[in-house]
C-alpha cells in the first residue's frame, strides 16, 4: 500500500502540474490508472502574496502549517509543496510540522548531482532567486550556480506573477526566457533550474539552450518514490 501524498499547495499551476505529473506517472509505477492517494489543500494565493510582499516568512510559514494540519488530518503520510519561493519559510515550519517534508530544491540538487551537472541556471521568481533556498541545496552536493541578472529577475517575476499564476502561456513569455537561458550557457551554466513552478510549462528541453532541471515534475516523482517506500 503506497503512503498517501499530502500536497501544500499555493499557486493553481503549478500545483496542477505536480499533481497530473503524480496521477498519470504514478501507473507506470502501480500500473494501469493507479497512483498513491493524494490530497491537497491550498490557501489563496493573496494570502501568501500579502506575507511575502511584506516579507513575512513567518506568516508564510503559519500558512503552510495550517494547510499541513488539514493534510494530517485527511490521512497524508508527508508533505510536498510545489512552489519553490515558498520554500524560504520551510526551516521555521519543518520543527513544528505534524508530518515530514520533501525539499524541492534537495530535489533538483540530488538530479543535478546524479547527470554530473557543474553550474546551474538559477531562474523563479525574485524573492526565490535572491534567496539560499537552492544555493545552500546546491552547495551541499558541491555545485555551482548563476542568478539572473537584476533586470532579469524582475522581468522572469512579472511574468510569473502577471501571467503563468494567471494561465497566460504567451510566445513573448517563451521568447524571453529563452534568451536568458541562452545568456546563462554563454556565462558557463550547463543546466538552468525551472525553479518556479509553472515555468515548465512555457520551457522545456527542446526550446531551451540549456538542459532543464524541472522543479514541478522532478518534485511529483520523487513523492511518488516516497510513497512507494512503503509498499511490499
Request: with cysteine.
Amino acid at each position: 500500500m503506497a503512503d498517501h501524498i499530502g500536497i501544500v499547495a499555493c499557486s493553481a499551476e503549478g500545483a496542477a502540474l505536480c499533481y497530473r505529473t503524480i496521477c498519470v506517472e504514478g501507473a507506470a509505477l502501480l500500473g494501469a490508472h493507479a497512483h498513491p492517494e493524494v490530497s491537497m489543500h491550498t490557501h489563496s494565493l493573496a494570502d501568501y502574496m500579502q506575507c511575502i510582499y511584506r516579507d513575512d516568512w513567518q506568516g508564510v510559514g503559519e500558512l503552510m502549517l495550517s494547510s499541513a494540519d488539514k493534510l494530517r488530518r485527511s490521512g497524508a503520510a508527508f508533505l510536498i509543496c510545489p512552489d519553490n519561493t515558498l520554500h524560504q519559510a520551510l526551516p521555521s515550519v519543518e520543527p513544528r510540522s505534524p508530518l515530514p517534508w520533501l525539499h524541492i530544491a534537495a530535489v533538483v540538487a540530488a538530479r543535478a548531482r546524479e547527470l554530473g551537472y557543474q553550474r546551474l541556471g538559477l531562474t523563479g521568481t525574485r524573492y526565490l532567486v535572491a534567496s539560499n533556498v537552492y544555493p545552500d541545496k546546491l552547495a551541499e552536493k558541491g555545485i555551482d550556480f548563476l542568478r539572473p541578472t537584476d533586470a532579469e529577475r524582475e522581468e522572469i517575476n512579472r511574468i510569473i506573477m502577471q501571467e503563468l499564476v494567471c494561465g497566460r502561456f504567451t510566445p513573448a513569455a517563451i521568447a524571453y526566457f529563452e534568451r536568458v537561458i541562452l545568456r546563462m550557457k554563454g556565462a558557463g551554466c550547463d543546466a538552468v533550474v525551472l525553479g518556479c513552478t509553472e515555468i515548465p510549462l512555457l520551457i522545456n528541453d527542446e526550446n531551451s539552450a540549456l538542459p532543464t532541471l524541472d522543479s514541478t515534475r522532478l518534485l511529483a516523482r520523487a513523492a511518488l518514490r516516497r510513497a512507494l517506500q512503503s509498499s511490499p
